[in-house]
């Protein structure tokens, strides 16, 4: 993916692209010490997430698979210090320039592909796991190590390209339980990008990820924020998280 990036601000430019394109991409902007927080803390909940499979039983938890990837969600705060990054000076200026001057944290979740053995994730968009008519929110993926086409990066469909940018009905996939809501032919624009970089894009911007055909571990996080709490339709029962974390500009939560 190519993208001009800064090392602490979105430029108007994309901005732009994000309108135009439902994206972009900025190289290597995550400090060092927030991406020593992003491996540890991923080490530690798959740990977790182990513990919790021997407890039922099971190699298999909604769409995580036992040695072969790993989707944890909505922990954030059982890692130590991961709550440092989510409600950084980072996360800050991304939504400012994506949903505006208010934002909550909606979702967080590792996306974890195990060595020889990760498998791939269809093409979706994030608003359909919501399923519903939805006031759009961004999501920031991660890369919490070097993304390449071998180790299952996460690709893109622009706009432009799929000609799509409203919420469409997704179609569960009985065998990894995936929901799928494009399936065409379009390959989608690749995130080849170093650790430490951003893929930024709306929740109506279709995506997938590639199967890990190397020998390490491929893991990414992604953090969601919405500009409104989101609720489930009809009622003022909260969808996920919504945790307060700009209001009008001004920082609610740092950590």
């Keep these: 993916m190519s993208s001009q990036t800064t090392s602490s ?12 394109e439902g994206y972009f991409v900025l190289e290597k902007v995550i400090p060092e010490h927030h991406l020593k927080i992003l491996r540890s803390s991923c080490d530690h909940l798959i740990d977790l997430m182990h513990q919790e499979m021997d407890r039922q039983g099971t190699d298999h938890i909604h769409i995580s698979h036992r040695g072969k990837r790993y989707h944890i969600a909505k922990q954030y705060e059982q890692a130590p210090g991961l709550a440092e990054y989510v409600f950084s000076d980072l ?3 991304v939504c400012q320039a994506t949903i505006g001057e208010t934002a909550y944290l909606f979702y967080d979740q590792y996306v974890a592909k195990a060595a020889e053995q990760g498998i791939q994730f269809s093409w979706h968009q994030d608003g359909g796991y919501l399923g519903f008519p939805h006031t759009p929110y961004v999501t920031v993926w991660a890369a919490v190590d070097d993304m390449t086409l071998e180790n299952g990066t996460a690709r893109v469909l622009p706009y432009s390209t799929v000609g799509i940018r409203s919420l469409v009905e997704h179609i569960r996939d009985p065998e990894t339980g995936d ?7 379009e390959a989608g624009i690749p995130a080849v990008v170093p650790a430490g970089s951003l893929v930024v894009f709306s929740s109506l911007t279709f995506h997938s990820s590639g199967a890990n055909t190397t ?3 491929r893991r990414a996080y992604v953090t969601q924020y919405s500009p409104e709490p989101i609720t489930k339709p009809g009622t003022q029962e909260l ?10 500009g001004n920082r609610l939560r740092s950590r």
Excluded: C, I, N, W
Aim: without cysteine; negative net charge.
């Design 215 to 217: 020998d390490q571990m």
């Design 9 to 20: 601000v979105v430029t108007d430019r994309l901005r732009q692209q994000y309108v135009d």
């Design 239 to 248: 969808m996920h998280l919504g945790v307060p974390f700009l209001d009008r």
């Design 179 to 185: 929901k799928v809501g494009y399936f065409g032919s």
């Design 91 to 93: 996360m800050a200026e």
